[in-house]
């Protein structure tokens, strides 16, 4: 069942025009800490991987890890990647499912990458259930000898929720300034800003990137700027707006209560972290960053690829 969450208080394009056409649906993750199963939808659990397909290993020469006193590029062994991410169309049937598919899985090496985008490198995979499930899979997968604790997730159950948000970073050229006003007006009378209600930075599937940096769309090799697929963020609502209804928080006792735009990074067992309540993945990813992940559905073979923002 997805959350409820708390009703916006004032509806978007009603008070403000200029934004009307602007509104995305966006399916959030909501992940905490759990025990999901191969076949349940999951961030860091387990994958429906078939036992005789060889797990993803990360040989690139290039990836390090900044923890280590002096820094040093991690090797020569290939490093085994981890579970990211496993989304069935059964709980996310927005997702672009190619033909025949219906689970996405998410790995990726947990090493920093001495590359543009200077982060861990994802890998994307398409499924059929009942193909992969239909042998053995993979119950034990190979551990990393080395990696980066802000890019290794806990195990986390998913609560798919959708929602339509607008534009942070993307809205219009010059419309954010000319809205300036505006924004504070509609502050003022509500006790709520734009970017409070209408607006997510949270593990989502679909809507707009939680840019924190300037936007830094991909474009495909046909030419078409590729679409988001999902966003895995360090920060996950803790209280406010998209913190959901009859779920304890772990500051407030009222978890609809407004108290701004606050969120938790959840730092997992291991991590060395306090744990707030379950909330979230545990990963810091570098300086509370995201990862996006963006593919182009027009193309057969749905090409994809992500941008790290921090």
């Known amino acids: 069942m997805p959350h409820r969450i708390p009703p916006a208080p004032f509806d978007v394009e009603s008070l403000i025009p200029e934004l009307a056409g602007l509104g995305r649906e966006s399916t959030l993750l909501y992940p905490r800490r759990g025990e999901p199963g191969v076949r349940d939808s999951s961030i860091g659990g387990p994958l429906l991987w078939p036992a005789d397909e060889p797990w993803p290993l990360c040989a690139e020469p290039g990836h390090w890890e900044p923890l280590r006193t002096p820094t040093e590029v991690v090797g020569p062994e290939p490093v085994a990647m981890v579970p990211v991410v496993q989304l069935y169309a059964r709980d996310v049937p927005e997702l672009p499912f190619p033909a025949g598919m219906d689970v996405l899985q998410v790995v990726w090496c947990p090493l920093i990458h001495d590359d543009e985008a200077g982060t861990a490198r994802p890998e994307v995979y398409w499924r059929s259930e009942r193909t992969a499930g239909a042998g053995q899979v993979v119950s034990d997968p190979p551990l990393p000898y080395a990696y980066d604790e802000d890019f290794v997730p806990r195990s986390c159950t998913v609560t798919p929720t959708r929602v339509v948000e607008y534009p942070n970073g993307d809205l219009p050229t010059g419309l954010a300034q000319s809205l300036g006003q505006r924004f504070d007006e509609v502050e003022e009378a509500f006790g709520f800003s734009y970017y409070e209600m209408a607006v997510t930075v949270q593990s989502k599937v679909g809507g707009y990137p939680g840019w924190l940096q300037q936007p830094d769309w991909p474009d495909c090799r046909c030419g078409r700027r590729m679409d988001h697929l999902l966003s895995i963020t360090a920060s996950e609502p803790a ?67 992500h941008r790290y923002d921090c």
């Open 239 to 305: 209280e406010g707006r998209w913190f959901p209804l009859g779920e304890q928080g772990p500051e407030s006792s009222d978890p609809g209560s407004r108290t701004g735009t606050d969120h938790v990074v959840a730092d997992g067992i291991g991590h060395g972290g306090i744990d707030h309540g379950g909330i979230g993945h545990g990963m810091d990813m570098g300086d509370l960053g995201g990862v996006y992940l963006f593919v182009c559905p027009e193309c057969p073979d749905m090409p994809y690829a």
